[in-house]
């Protein structure tokens, strides 16, 4: 119930940027995982201080980031600051 609100806060603050955005689940590349998966937002254009502002106002530990070049980046949110 607390993930569902969050999420659904989330979903409305992703909305107000008026970017792209598409949601989805994380799975474990390893089909004999026992991972039931997260839910996930993919934003397209996002802004790297704003991803990183929304992932630490959320609580998460690390997201994935894309610039221009279009190489993933993991980003530890403990070491990042908005």
Same mark, same amino acid.
């Given at each position: 119930?607390? *993930?569902? @609100?969050?999420?659904? /806060?989330?979903? =409305?603050? #992703? *909305?107000? &940027?008026? &970017?792209?955005?598409?949601? !989805?689940? !994380?799975?474990?590349?390893? =089909? +004999? +995982?026992?991972?039931? !998966?997260? /839910?996930?937002? &993919?934003?397209?254009?996002?802004? @790297?201080? *704003?991803?990183? /502002?929304?992932?630490? =106002?959320? !609580?998460? #530990?690390?997201?994935?980031?894309?610039? =221009?070049?279009a190489i993933p980046q993991l980003l530890m949110l403990d070491r990042e600051s908005p």
């Open positions: 119930r607390l *993930n569902k @609100r969050a999420e659904v /806060r989330l979903a =409305e603050q #992703l *909305n107000a &940027l008026s &970017l792209p955005v598409t949601s !989805g689940i !994380g799975l474990d590349a390893d =089909e +004999s +995982s026992d991972w039931p !998966g997260e /839910r996930s937002f &993919l934003v397209l254009g996002i802004e @790297r201080s *704003n991803a990183v /502002r929304l992932g630490l =106002e959320h !609580g998460q #530990l690390a997201i994935i980031w894309c610039s =221009e070049s």
